[in-house]
């Protein structure tokens, strides 16, 4: 099911248009907003969330965040993709995991899968995706 996922996910993200960064002086034209409405499910109080948040507010209609480890197959109903990241906070005992959403065999949305937080997830529905 899972491969299924990524490539709808990856056809649902095309290729942005334009450079995510102008160089100094140069005026770009603006950039087209896509259609697609996003779930970002990120960590709270995480740099790294708010970061994607700002480039995914930029390109995308709508965006939202929710919880990675509350995250439920029924909150991304209303959007169009689902992004699952979390940031990885080792500690002395940890390698600092997340835990992991709960999502139903059936969880057949478009996601796409980033970081220590898509692979948790992937092993969920078996898929070949693993740690580098």
Known sequence: MLPMLLSIAFASFAVIPGSLASPAGR???PREVLPQRVLYAGS???ERSRQFMA???EHFAAVEFTDYS???GAAADGFDVV???ADVRPTERSIGLPRRPELADDYD???VLIGAGG???AERFESK???L
């Open 83 to 85: 992004v699952l990241d």
């Open 55 to 57: 480039l995914l507010g």
């Open 119 to 121: 692979v948790i997830v």
């Open 129 to 131: 995706l693993d740690w």
């Open 44 to 46: 709270p109080d995480c």
């Open 27 to 29: 005026q770009d034209a």
């Open 70 to 72: 509350g995250f439920t």
């Open 109 to 111: 949305r478009a996601t």
